[in-house]
Antibody, heavy 123, light 106 residues
Framework: EVQLLQSGGGLVQPGGSLRLSCTAS????????MNWVRQAPGKGLEWVST????????YYADSVKGRFTISRDNSKNTLFLQMNSLGVEDTAVYYC????????????????WGQGTLVTVSS | IQLTQSPSSLSASVGDRVTITCRAS??????LAWIQQKPGKVPKVLIY???TLQSGVPSRFSGSGSGTDFTLTISSLQPEDFATYYC?????????FGQGTRLEIK
């Protein structure tokens, strides 16, 4: 069974930084592109970032470009999201999710999803 | 690419047939997925590639469409189907989601 276990959320002050992690089990992470998606309280789903299977390609939503960095350590089966210059608008539950059926980052499926981790930006 | 779902909310009864539509602002081939989310829960993919049922999803869910117009149909609503539904396009970056359709019990 594929599982994505997330860690690293919490409370941070505006302007601060936080790093999220997502460790996969049941798969070889290096075989897949990976994503981060977030959901602000009471709001819909928002794609944040995608990274190719080997890390050579990264893609970002305009709302986080220049502040967030997606990366991966395939030897540790782990995906990361480094978040800098956080603002209150970044408060959300963040989900990691696997891409599947891709050629190479144009994919038909983003599934499964991690359990989600809450990031709260507040003074 | 903007995705517009209709309706934004819907009241229906157990046993009803329900259809939710998703319109893309430009053609996305069949790079569309449907996602179900219940309050406080992780999103669950129901359909991908516009019409392929994800493993483990009941057959009362079906998807159709290609290009710009897509539909999600639930053939006979069950109590556990009351949730919010999102469409998602993966044709090009940025990946985008519809605004959601909230399906409530009548």
């Amino acid at each position: 069974e594929v599982q994505l276990l997330q860690s690293g959320g919490g409370l941070v002050q505006p302007g601060g930084s936080l790093r999220l992690s997502c460790t996969a089990s049941g798969i070889t992470l290096g075989d897949y592109a990976m994503n981060w998606v977030r959901q602000a309280p009471g709001k819909g789903l928002e794609w944040v970032s995608t990274i190719s299977d080997d890390g050579s390609g990264t893609y970002y939503a305009d709302s986080v470009k220049g502040r967030f960095t997606i990366s991966r350590d395939n030897s540790k089966n782990t995906l990361f999201l480094q978040m800098n210059s956080l603002g209150v608008e970044d408060t959300a539950v963040y989900y990691c999710a696997r891409s599947d059926f891709c050629h190479p980052v144009k994919c038909f499926l983003v599934d499964p999803w991690g359990q989600g981790t809450l990031v709260t930006v507040s003074s | 690419i903007q995705l517009t779902q209709s309706p934004s909310s819907l009241s229906a009864s157990v046993g009803d047939r329900v259809t939710i539509t998703c319109r893309a602002s430009q053609a996305i081939s069949s790079y569309l997925a449907w996602i179900q989310q219940k309050p406080g829960k992780v999103p669950k993919v129901l359909i991908y590639s516009a019409s392929t049922l994800q493993s483990g999803v009941p057959s009362r869910f079906s998807g159709s469409g290609s290009g710009t117009d897509f539909t999600l149909t639930i053939s006979s609503l069950q109590p556990e189907d009351f949730a919010t539904y999102y469409c998602q396009q993966l044709n090009s970056f940025p990946i985008t989601f519809g605004q959601g359709t909230r399906l409530e019990i009548k």
